[in-house]
């Protein structure tokens, strides 16, 4: 019944640290525990995988397995080449929530391809397979223009094997790509073509992305005023709206913050458009070669690290921010700057990033750091950030009792709402009643009031907290099918709740 996706366990466990050789005594040699209750903010627990790790290193593909929890990585920059690395790895239970993380080296056959950076890499998880493109292999003179699939890519069902698909018409490095998995198209935006040649702002299309079928290589030509011209940009897509969202990059090592949005993006359903976001809110630092990571559910966008190379010495962040409304629909896009407790791990670009909408847990590994006293500093360690997206996912029940949860428009009574309790969340203790929204997007200042006698609508043996929002102020229309709670926990943190309803004339 409950669109939402479940809270973390009261205790994420994170094991196996085995201290690296070498180490002191000073080094963690015991399982580690760290208590999160999902009722807090954001953050940052250190993982200790077992098994050999990879070499540290920056520009690897950035590929993960939601379903799996395994991270994949590509290749990469390790600073011992040329050559550069061709290698293959899996950051098994890569969240650590659902066993120990431990790291593997896949043995491919076919192929590989050239060792390469600055290429990127998607992953299609109905096939299991990543796709790979572009990149440099030497001085990026020129760029690669070849595309590969990874069979099996997360070390499951078979051997993997490297398959090459055709080439793009244009060689592209520094660029950005994501993919389209209802449609298995993937995205290209921007990039350099050469070394010698300027960034572009250009926008390809892989059709058949996943090699399956027929792949083949299309330009969009999108109206309205472009982006201007960059490499390294970060890249977001919402299947429901096909908007591809487009952040930051750099153009001859300056740095941007701004904020695009590409309708049509995947090049079906009508004519691409590009349109730039006014994000409110203080935007971060401009910056190119972040992570970012997309939960589709909330709309929500969450960005950490990048590096700005118009400084000297380069600026590499380590700094967290979410942009609600991100693909530009709904109510107008904002942008908020998290404060995880615990960590954080060391400023860094270039690393590997992934994103478990359901557990709301990102995690973070490799990546490089260029500071005047070490420079450069690579890294293989691994992080996750719990409530990655700023916000508490609650369980709500729409007219306790009902089903279906019929609206009628034009009533001048009030909509039950149930939040829901569970055992690592008290809604009556915790929720603040005062800040809390209801109705079409979320956003509606509809509260009637809360009732003072909490119930357990669930019969869960655990007291929820029911308030009432008048019917006439929610903003529903005919055809809506959900129904959006939005608020804050008395600490500060936002909290959101969807479910169903049937709403009617």
Not at 391 to 401: L, N, R, S, Y
Not at 442 to 447: F, I, N, R
Request: glycine share 12%; with cysteine; net charge negative.
């Amino acid at each position: 019944m409950k669109r939402l996706r479940p809270f973390l366990p009261a205790i994420l466990c994170i094991v196996a640290c085995e201290a690296p050789s070498g180490v002191g005594s000073e080094a963690i040699q015991t399982a580690a525990l760290s208590v999160h209750s999902a009722s807090t903010g954001p953050e940052w627990i250190q993982l200790f995988p077992t098994g050999t790790p990879p070499a540290p290193r920056y520009s690897a593909g950035n590929a993960y397995d939601e379903i799996n929890d395994r991270l994949i990585l590509f290749g990469g920059e390790d600073l011992t080449g040329p050559p550069r690395p061709t290698d293959v790895w899996v950051l098994m239970n890569a969240s650590g929530v659902g066993g120990t993380p431990s790291w593997v080296e896949l043995s491919p056959t076919g192929g590989p391809p050239l060792g390469r950076e600055t290429g990127t890499v998607v992953y299609d998880r109905l096939s299991n397979r990543i796709i790979v493109h572009g990149g440099c292999s030497a001085n990026c003179s020129p760029a690669l223009g070849d595309t590969w699939v990874l069979t099996n890519a997360n070390g499951l069902g078979g051997t993997p094997s490297w398959i090459q698909l055709p080439s793009a018409p244009v060689a592209r490095a520094y660029h950005s790509a994501i993919l389209d998995p209802g449609n298995n198209r993937m995205i290209v935006f921007g990039g350099n073509p050469n070394a010698s040649l300027p960034e572009s702002n250009d926008v390809w299309v892989l059709v058949d992305a996943n090699g399956i079928s027929a792949p083949s290589w299309v330009q969009l030509f999108p109206t309205g005023a472009p982006p201007a011209v960059r490499s390294l940009a970060t890249l977001a897509y919402d299947g429901a709206s096909n908007r591809l969202i487009v952040f930051g990059g750099q153009r001859l090592g300056i740095p941007f913050n701004d904020v695009w949005v590409l309708t049509h993006a995947n090049g079906l359903g009508g004519t691409p458009a590009w349109q730039q976001l006014t994000p409110g809110g203080a935007p971060p630092a401009a910056r190119s070669w972040a992570g970012t990571a997309y939960d589709a559910a909330t709309k929500r966008m969450t960005l950490f690290g990048g590096l700005d190379q118009g400084t000297n010495p380069y600026t590499s962040f380590n700094d967290v921010w979410v942009m609600s409304g991100a693909d530009g629909t709904g109510g107008g896009p904002q942008w908020t700057q998290l404060a995880p407790m615990g960590g954080p791990p060391v400023a860094r670009f270039g690393h590997s990033q992934g994103y478990d909408p359901l557990s709301n847990l990102m995690v973070v590994s490799m990546g490089r750091h260029d500071n005047p006293v070490v420079w450069p500093t690579l890294f293989n360690d691994v992080w996750v950030l719990t409530n990655a997206n700023g916000t508490i996912a609650v369980a709500i029940d729409i007219k306790p009792g009902s089903d279906p949860n019929s609206i009628k428009l034009g009533s001048k009574g009030t909509i039950p709402v149930a939040i829901l309790s569970t055992a690592d969340f008290d809604a009556p203790a915790e929720v603040d009643r005062a800040s809390l929204t209801f109705g079409r997007t979320g956003d509606e200042a509809s509260l009637a009031f809360c009732g003072t006698t909490p119930k357990d609508v669930n019969a869960d043996g655990k007291a929820d907290l029911v308030c009432h929002f008048t019917t006439s102020l929610t903003g529903f229309q005919g055809g809506d099918t959900e129904g959006i709670l939005k608020g804050e926990t008395v600490g500060g943190t936002p909290i959101e709740g969807r479910d169903a309803v049937r709403v009617v004339s």
